[in-house]
């Protein structure tokens, strides 16, 4: 198995799958919880195309970065 370097600058759509699934079930519980409505699929279509830099407001990334 290949180890992917994950770092502020990584595209969410460059990682594993299993890494990506796991980021937006974080994301779309965020954007579930919050006090306005957004467009779920939408966002998580967005996030898709995020640097992990990017999603730093909305879920902890620090925990998948390597080191």
Excluded: R, W
Aim: net charge negative.
């Amino acid at each position: 198995m290949t180890k992917t370097k994950i770092t502020a600058h990584t595209y969410v759509c460059e990682l594993p799958e299993t890494i990506q699934n796991q980021i937006l079930q974080e994301c779309k519980e965020t954007f579930e919880s919050l006090a306005f409505p957004v467009d779920i699929e939408t966002e998580l279509e967005n996030v898709k195309g995020c640097k992990m830099c990017d999603l730093e407001d909305t879920i902890n990334v620090l925990k998948y970065y390597t080191k």
